[in-house]
Nanobody, 115 residues
């Protein structure tokens, strides 16, 4: 059973930065890649960034140029570096990976961007 554990959320002022981390219980990211999603209050969960096992990346238009997804396969960890944060980035951020059988999700970490 794969477990994903996120960390790194918190309260930050507009224009600030945070780095989220997600540690997996096994070497799943090197096989299936990883993604970060977020869900703001009253809104649907949305894809923020994705990285494939070959390190190709794609981003939501709203975060392009500000967020960077990366993996450290030796540590079974995926990161989301978030720069120039805006109030509209406030949400619970979830780590995700998908095998042919199912999705795996972390418990989520709260990011709040406020003066």
């Amino acid at each position: 059973q794969v477990q994903l554990v996120e960390s790194g959320g918190g309260l930050v002022q507009p224009g600030g930065s945070l780095r989220l981390s997600c540690a997996a219980s096994g070497s799943i990211f090197s096989t299936y890649g990883a993604a970060w999603y977020r869900q703001a209050p009253g809104k649907q969960r949305e894809l923020v960034a994705r990285i494939t096992r070959s390190a190709s990346t794609n981003y939501a238009d709203s975060v392009k140029g500000r967020f960077t997804i990366s993996t450290d396969n030796a540590k079974n960890t995926v990161y989301l570096q978030m720069n120039n944060l805006k109030p509209e980035d406030t949400a619970v951020y979830y780590c995700n990976t998908q095998t042919p059988i199912r999705h795996y999700w972390g418990q989520g970490t709260q990011v709040t961007v406020s003066p």
